[in-house]
């Protein structure tokens, strides 16, 4: 449907156009002067309706989610700060630049999350 009106808006604004360019020929014709100012107007008209966006509420929201897998035995019910030693949740992570920081709510510290060698 689309390109359909696209092609119609074309075809209005190109004999729109032609109506205009003719009316200045040896005697002004204010006639067709009209004609073309009203069919170019509808041509850039359907142009608009043909390229609007169709938005229904609460459809043009993005939701990025993150899944950070933790390295091996590590609980996320057990993470504690290095800085404080407050007992972290899951909030407390974020993604930034690519890796998972942590942030301490309790004594503002924030660093990198880091897997620990297993040896």
Same mark, same amino acid.
């Given at each position: 449907m689309k390109t359909i009106l696209i092609i119609l808006a074309v075809i209005l604004i190109f004999f729109g156009v032609l109506f205009i360019w003719a009316s200045f020929g040896q005697a002004f014709n204010a006639g067709?002067? *009209? =004609?073309?100012? $009203?069919?170019?107007?509808? +041509?850039?008209? !359907?142009?608009?309706?043909?390229?609007?966006?169709?938005?229904?509420?609460?459809?043009?929201?993005?939701? *990025? =989610?993150?899944? $950070?897998?933790?390295?091996? +035995?590590?609980? !996320?019910?057990?993470?504690k700060c290095q800085s404080c030693g407050g007992a972290l949740s899951s909030k407390d992570i974020q993604m930034l630049a690519g890796a998972p920081v942590v942030n301490c709510p309790y004594c503002k510290s924030s660093y990198q999350l880091t897997e620990q060698p297993k040896w």
């Open positions: 067709w002067f *009209v =004609t073309g100012l $009203i069919t170019c107007a509808v +041509g850039f008209g !359907l142009l608009w309706f043909a390229n609007r966006k169709k938005v229904t509420p609460g459809q043009d929201t993005t939701n *990025v =989610t993150y899944q $950070i897998d933790l390295p091996g +035995g590590i609980k !996320l019910e057990s993470l």
